[in-house]
């Protein structure tokens, strides 16, 4: 269930500047990371090579920047649910930052906050950063400036 619900243009308009809260906690398992490295083909072994890693700078594996990066694609529908739409896309993502390594067994959650909303043509575009917290840690994992364009039913 999505912390905030938008039903029309006109409340999706009205949200720049919410607070979206926070997701619930996800775990980072050594399953998530090496299936991600079998999708990207990115196979380097301070993420899927636990032995290794253990040796290396973080003293154990790290999810991948874009992994993380990609998590936001998970978080963002636990913050806000915009219904009543004929179509919604991802239009990309103004900026991405990752402050701190995220390591396996870690826990991580997206925090979320409409930075700007628009009319584009027929579309309504929100810019909604989501950070994504390391559970214990000052820093986060990753910071992302999401930009959706949401194109609503005619009778809305």
């Known amino acids: 269930m999505a912390n905030q619900t938008f039903a029309s243009a006109q409340a999706l308009l009205a949200a720049q500047g919410m607070d979206l809260g926070f997701t619930d906690w996800l775990e980072i398992t050594q399953q998530r990371i090496d299936l991600f490295a079998e999708a990207t083909g990115d196979h380097q072994w301070i ?23 990609s998590l936001a694609n998970l978080f963002l529908p636990q913050l806000m649910e915009v219904q009543n ?34 009319t584009i043509k027929q579309a309504v575009q929100a810019t909604v950063r989501v950070t ?3 559970e214990g840690s000052e820093r986060p994992g990753c910071v992302i400036d999401t930009i959706s364009r949401y194109i609503f039913s005619p009778a809305q």
């Open 47 to 69: 993420h899927v090579d636990p032995v290794r890693a253990a040796e290396g700078p973080f003293g154990r594996c790290i999810a991948h920047g874009f992994l993380t990066l």
């Open 85 to 118: 739409l004929e179509m919604a896309v991802n239009y990309g993502c103004d900026k991405v930052r990752f402050p701190a390594a995220v390591p396996v067994g870690c826990r991580i959650r997206g925090r979320g906050e409409v930075l700007y909303v628009e």
């Open 132 to 134: 994504v917290e390391i």
